[in-house]
């Protein structure tokens, strides 16, 4: 069995096979929300999203909150079943708001991919692969060099990386990159 192989076996199952994964929880609770990493914790998953060990690629851990989130209370009198505090659940994946946040810290990179490292009770984190598109071994690599242009800037704002296809319907197994038609609420509506 090769290594990256093996790696993906063990990040079946982390609690049971992976004798390093509880050390990272406690480690990782103790440090930032958005910590810059040397290198990845998955090495298989992080080079099968396009990940290569070079200058100008860097790692960035994100940690977010599991869970629903809360809207602020309102300030004037509401009926409390009519002031939207409970179920209320983000419209975006926890792991395209992973990459916003960490575009958002590094503002000179590009958000290329991202992938989960761990989670516990109430904990998420994503490791994100971010790209310098001014460093010339980027634009220079044929593989990067489509995301240098202006076309791919803030492209994780606008839901093009695979999280947020994923989370606007674009990516279906079996479908490709065909939209799922009609859209899962059209179908609710239509009693199919």
């Not at 991919?113 to 598109?133: C, F, P, Q």
């Not at 839901?159 to 038609?181: D, I, M, P, V, W």
Request: hydrophobic share 25%.
């Amino acid at each position: 069995m090769g290594l990256y192989k093996f790696m993906q076996k063990i990040w079946k199952n982390p609690r049971r096979d992976n004798p390093y994964y509880r050390e990272h929880m406690i480690k990782w609770r103790g440090e930032n929300t958005i910590v810059r990493s040397d290198k990845p914790t998955r090495i298989d998953r992080a080079r099968s999203l396009g990940y290569k060990a070079k200058p100008g690629v860097t790692i960035a851990r994100v940690r977010i909150v599991k869970g629903g989130r809360k809207r602020e209370s309102p300030h004037m009198g509401r009926k409390p079943g009519a002031a939207g505090q409970n179920k209320y659940s983000t419209k975006k994946n926890l792991q395209t708001i992973c990459e916003e946040r960490a575009q958002r810290v590094f503002r000179n990179m590009n958000v290329l991919n991202s992938y989960e490292v761990g989670d516990d009770g109430k904990h998420k984190w994503y490791e994100v692969i971010l790209i310098d598109t001014n460093n010339p071994q980027i634009f220079n690599d044929k593989d990067y060099a489509r995301l240098c242009t202006n076309k791919h800037q803030g492209r994780v704002f606008r839901g093009l990386t695979s999280a947020g296809k994923r989370g606007r319907g674009l990516t279906q197994k079996g479908l490709g990159t065909e939209k799922n038609r009609p859209s899962i609420r059209a179908k609710g509506r239509l009693g199919k």
